[in-house]
């Protein structure tokens, strides 16, 4: 299957998405290798996405997820990294095997599954799951967490090893998105939370990445005591 086929063929596929409200963002493979539905309001967005890897005639599909922005968390992060507001988000839901074609081969780790699409009927059964994800999981999930406070609660309650299955953590935010959080909730743990998090970033400073982490966490936690009343 040559690229263009495959393209138009996933298009084609999961174009239920766009009858669901969703919009499929450009895809262009020059700068990323992504499938974007999205849906943006004045307070929210929502998205539904995978990605491909090309392997000769096969294409290796994985990563789909759904996510969810409430913009009142991601607009003070997206202040100090900068980008655009529609590119962050705060919760997301990973789907379950359990719904998926027995004749549609995949593999999966515990955050993943990977599936090798072939042809036009392996990318209609991949759609038909797509299909069940957003049914069985995505909308449950938006519904679960129409308002902040209860994204909040749920996210009170997850151990440290956790809270990843819940809140988005792409490009190392997920410390930036438990702070703004707790301070929206005014949260009795806020202060503990700035120290260990300052504690434990600092103790791995030398490293470049986690330098420029502690620096954008305390700018953010500045921000914050301005902006968030």
């Known amino acids: 299957m040559e690229l263009q086929e495959f393209l138009e063929a996933m298009k084609s596929s999961c174009s239920f998405l766009e009858t669901e409200g969703y919009t499929l963002r450009k895809v262009d493979t020059s700068i990323n290798r992504n499938f ?119 996210y009170s309650k997850l151990n440290r090893e956790q809270i990843s299955s819940l809140l988005s953590g792409i490009d190392n935010t997920i410390f930036y998105r438990e702070l703004v959080m707790k301070y929206i909730a005014k949260a009795d743990d806020l202060n503990d939370y700035y120290t260990m998090v300052i504690n434990e970033l600092d103790s791995i400073k030398n490293n470049s990445t986690f330098s420029r982490i502690l620096e954008n966490f305390i700018l953010l936690s500045i921000n914050l005591q301005g902006s968030v009343k």
């Not at 307070?43 to 969810?68: P, Y």
């Not at 209609?124 to 449950?140: H, Q």
């Open 36 to 154: 974007w539905y999205e849906s943006h309001t004045a307070t929210e967005g929502f998205r539904i996405s995978f990605g491909w890897t090309q392997f000769g005639d096969e294409f290796h599909v994985n990563g789909l997820h759904c996510l969810k922005r409430f913009n009142i968390v991601e607009k003070e992060i997206q202040k100090v990294l900068g980008g655009k507001l529609i590119d962050y988000y705060t919760i997301h839901k990973n789907p379950s095997s359990d719904y998926i074609s027995k004749e549609l081969p995949f593999d999966s780790t515990e955050n993943n599954i990977r599936f090798v699409l072939k042809n036009q009927q392996d990318i209609k059964l991949f759609a038909d799951f797509v299909m069940g994800f957003l049914r069985k999981d995505c909308e449950i999930f938006f519904n679960n967490f129409i308002l902040f406070e209860k994204a909040y609660t749920a």
